[in-house]
């Protein structure tokens, strides 16, 4: 069985999972940036193809690049995996999953969600500057929730929330 995973990550924590999904099922890991240089031929005897991108204002990093070749891809397993900042059951993370992929995409796609972690030392200056003032802007709120209160100090430095139990559900749709 033949399993290709591409993926983009800015912080790591993309790239630490599906490396980990990688060793799990056997796959062959590339970057999206190698992956766009590959010819259609090289994924047409692949048995699963797995996309991964870190959740960046509700859309997936480089997802476009999978719906793109979703005709190409026709008749594979295919998934796109989602690394955030969030806690997996965070209403953020439930709204971007809703969408993520058409009606007609979630016939041939499966979606998963992994937590990763904030990365500041990683993130590229703008991304940086984006979520500083982001964590700014939560930490002054008034009259937070108790989750608001939560994400803003969760979001105020660095931390990692990543675990390989994420990758129990995807290992499970390619393998079964």
């Not at 062959?28 to 766009?36: F, G, H, M, R, S």
């Not at 002054?140 to 559900?169: C, G, V």
Request: aromatic share 10%; charged share 25%; proline share 5%.
């Amino acid at each position: 069985m033949r399993n290709i995973i591409v993926y983009t990550s800015q912080t790591g924590f993309t790239e630490k999972y599906m490396k980990m999904l990688g060793e799990r099922i056997n796959g062959e890991v590339i970057t999206l940036k190698d992956a766009k240089k590959k010819p259609d031929s090289f994924f047409s005897d692949a048995d699963s193809i797995v996309y991964a991108g870190w959740l960046m204002a509700g859309k997936v990093t480089g997802s476009d690049w999978m719906i793109k070749h979703l005709p190409a891809f026709s008749g594979k397993k295919l998934a796109i995996c989602c690394v955030g900042g969030s806690p997996s059951d965070a209403p953020d993370v439930t709204y971007a999953m809703d969408k993520l992929l058409s009606e007609e995409n979630r016939k041939i796609v499966s979606a998963f969600y992994m937590p990763g972690g904030m990365n500041y030392d990683r993130m590229s200056g703008p991304s940086r500057l984006a979520m500083k003032a982001f964590a700014s802007m939560l930490k002054k709120r008034k009259n937070q929730t108790e989750d608001q209160k939560k994400m803003a100090e969760m979001i105020a430095h660095n931390y990692d929330i990543s675990d390989p139990k994420y990758l129990d559900p995807v290992v499970a749709f390619i393998e079964g």
